[in-house]
Each structure stands twice: as C-alpha cells, then as structure tokens.
C-alpha cells in the first residue's frame, strides 16, 4: 500500500529567500507526503553537504527517483538506504543533502499518510513517554544571523518549568515581547535576525542583562521557572590562525573561553550551552562538562553535527552531555534516529532543531514528540517557526 509511485521535486522560497528542495512522495494507494529542506548560515564542518538547490534536484531526479519508485514509503530504513546508494558518498556530496532530507521526510508523511495517522505516531510516537519536548525560544542574537548584533549567536529562554507544550510555547513568546520592551526602555533600537530573535547593536554583557530582565517579568506573569540558555556558535568565534576566540576586539584562549561559559554558567544559572567551543576541540568540552555537566546542558550541534561517529568519540571522550539533531546535517531520518538512539542509550539528552533558513515544513515538532525529546529549539515568532510550535501544540492537543 504504501509502494511509491511517483517522487517531485521543485524549488521553493526558505525564510531568508533563497531557493531549498521541496519534495512530494506519492503512494499506490494515494499516500501523499510532502517535506522541505531547511538550511543552516552558521553550519559546521563536518555537516552533509547542501548543493545549490537546482544542482540537488538536478541530481536527484536522475540518481534518486529511479530506485526510490517501487520502494515501500512505510519502510523508512529502505527508503533512506535507497537515497544513500544512490548518492554514493558518506555526505550526500553528490545529490546534495537537502534532495536527501526533502525526500525522506516526504516518504515518512506519505507512509504516515496512508495509515491515517500522524506522522509522530508512525515515527514512533506510540512508545514516546508522557513529557513533552520544552521549546527553547531564541530570544536575542547575532553572530552569521544578523550583523551588528551580539557576538554571541543565540540567547535562548527555556521554560523548563512550564506545565504544557502550550504554556511554553507562550511563554517564549512573552519573552520575546519583553525583549523588546526592556531594549525599548534602554532607548536600543533593534531588528530581528534569521530566525525572529532581536538583534540589538548591544555588547554581549548587556545582552544577558536584558534577558535576565525580560525573563523575570515572563517569570513573574505566568508563575512557573523560565530560565535561559545559549547557543555561542563557538566554531563561528574560534579564529584557527590566531588560535583564539574573537569577540571584536578582544580573544580568549580556550582555557579562558572555558572559564568564561563556566562563570556565565553559575552567574545566569543557564539552562543550556550550545556549542561553547570550537567544533574540532573535544578535550575543551570535555573539560567544560567536567566543570559545569552537572548543572546545565552542554550540547554539541557542529561538535556532533547529527553523526554518529562524532556522537561516539564525544561519548567516549566525555566532551558533552546533549546532542542537537538536525535531520538536514546528516541527510535522512533514520540517521537522525540513529544519532538520537545513541545518544539516549548513553544517557545524552537530545534537542531536536530548526535550521536559520526555513519553510513551513513541520516535521521536527513529530520528530521531537516520536523521539520523546527534552527539547526542541524552533524559534519564538514568525511563520516558519510559529508552523513548527503550532504544530507542537496540535499535537500536545491530539489535533493534528
Ligand atoms: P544555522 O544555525 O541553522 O544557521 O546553522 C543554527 C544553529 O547554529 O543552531
Ligand atoms: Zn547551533
């Protein structure tokens, strides 16, 4: 029943107006799915490689479509084994990983589809646990995703003691709103970055005082503990010739960029550090974890870049205790699972994500859910992150 028949791809318009491949999977039996690829601004080294978005259909439509018509769209793994044979390469250099992940997100929702159920439940939904993903909600930022903004790439409020999706969701973007106010009150004018976060022209320092300020309010409002967190995007900072982190005018060697994530750590009670050091310096996180693992989140994103093999010497070499997983890094799904199975069988916690460049595509809410993730890192406001909590909430609603 769910045997493809048919597989389209077509470009249409990301977030920040560049073309992505969009993919549509039809079934015998009138399956029908459809995915986008998101694409990333600060993306790290060692991701699969996204071609120009003509060059990836081009590609994918002579290699990839003739084998995946007659696949089952319900057998993911046979799905995903087919675009890597017809690829080649360990990362998707020759059909491009956006085709890649475009189609196999496509063939889970038609698989989906042809079950009548929602794509959560057919990913695995039905043996996820009774907690909800906790939306992280970039707030304030800079870095590749806006220009004269912060250093620091994204301030993050985390409602970790929300008592629904809903109220999470909501809260995040209070915060949001209170940002605006607290930058009003300083008289900073600010636009908004790649994914909807105010990108104020404020140092960092005064960055964590308007996000402390704006979560305190949220705070008081809605009753529950709203913390926050960061992404530092430290391999975008990290300077290989200078060996050293660069914040403008300043740097910081490794040993005091360690020092200053751990004193930020105990001064903001962060929730949550997203790549603090750079994406080639394991013995740096694991030095980092050492310090502060037992009382925040350190994630790995370009440190681990959805791998497996990465995943495994950072488990081995103790570098974190979190995983970002981006299905887009790696390519397909099923080796977005297979990066979540091994983080949770180490006892990493996993944070499904969105990508600065997206669409309405709102796979990574089903995908969190299925795969019962602590967290899930989409944005606060704006349409192509409001698709993704939306549909969190539907989904916390059984409405989808
Ligand atoms: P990107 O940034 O999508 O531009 O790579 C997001 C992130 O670093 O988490
Ligand atoms: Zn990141």
Redesign the pocket.
Known sequence: MTRITRVSLRRVLDSRGNPTVEADVLTESGGFGRGAA???????EYEAIELPASESIAKAREHAVPRLEGQYAGDQRAVDAALRAADGTDDFSNIGANSAVAISMAAAKAAADVLGAPLYQHLGGAFRGENFPIPLGNVVGGG??AKEATHI??FLSAPVGAPSVSEAVFANAAVHAAVADVLDERGVPAAKG??GAWAPPISDAEAFEVVEEAVARVEDDVGFEIRFGL?M?AAELYDDDREAYVYGDETKSAGEQIEYVAGLVDEYDLAYV??PLDENDYAAFAELTDRVGDRTLICG??LFVTNVERLREGIETDAANSI?I?PNQIGTLSDAFDAVELAARNGYETII?????ETEDTTIAHLAVATDAGFI?TGTVGGERTAKLNELVRIADDAV
């Open positions: 998101p694409s990333g601004a600060s993306t790290g590749e995703h790439q994204e790649d994914e992404d995007a997203e790549d994103d370009d970002l981006k994500s969105h990508r600065s460049g890192k």
